[in-house]
């Protein structure tokens, strides 16, 4: 059963820090790419961080770069989002998904969701 599940989020205070995991069962994970995406109240879904399946490229929204990392341990299956410096505007629910684009099929996961909350 391919599973993606989402954990670490929670209420943090403007400046503080979150780190996310998503962690992997169920297929190949070291072969796909893994996205967070985030949706808050009212708006669209959008793309905070991507990194390729050996964890060489990463990519970043302007919205977060130099605040959040991405990083990825393939022995145990877990993609990571370190966001540091939070802002309120960070409030949303952030979603993974691995995707593998092969030449015949696209193979694309997502997690439940994990809320972070920023406020004072």
């Known amino acids: 059963q391919v599973q993606l599940v989402e954990s670490g989020g929670g209420l943090a205070q403007p400046g503080g820090s979150l780190r996310l995991s998503c962690a992997a069962s169920?297929?190949?994970?070291?072969?796909?790419?893994v996205a967070w995406y985030r949706q808050a109240p009212g708006k669209e879904r959008e793309l905070v961080a991507g990194i390729s399946s050996d964890g060489g490229s990463t990519n970043y929204a302007d919205s977060v770069k130099g605040r959040f990392t991405i990083s990825r341990d393939n022995a145990k299956n877990t993609v990571y989002l370190q966001m540091n410096s939070l802002k309120p505007e960070d409030t949303a629910v952030f979603y993974c998904?691995?995707?593998?684009?092969?030449?015949?099929?696209?193979?694309?996961?997502w997690g439940q969701g994990t809320q972070v909350t920023v406020s004072s």
């Open positions: 169920g297929f190949t994970f070291s072969t796909y790419g």
């Open positions: 998904k691995g995707l593998r684009i092969t030449g015949i099929k696209t193979y694309e996961y």
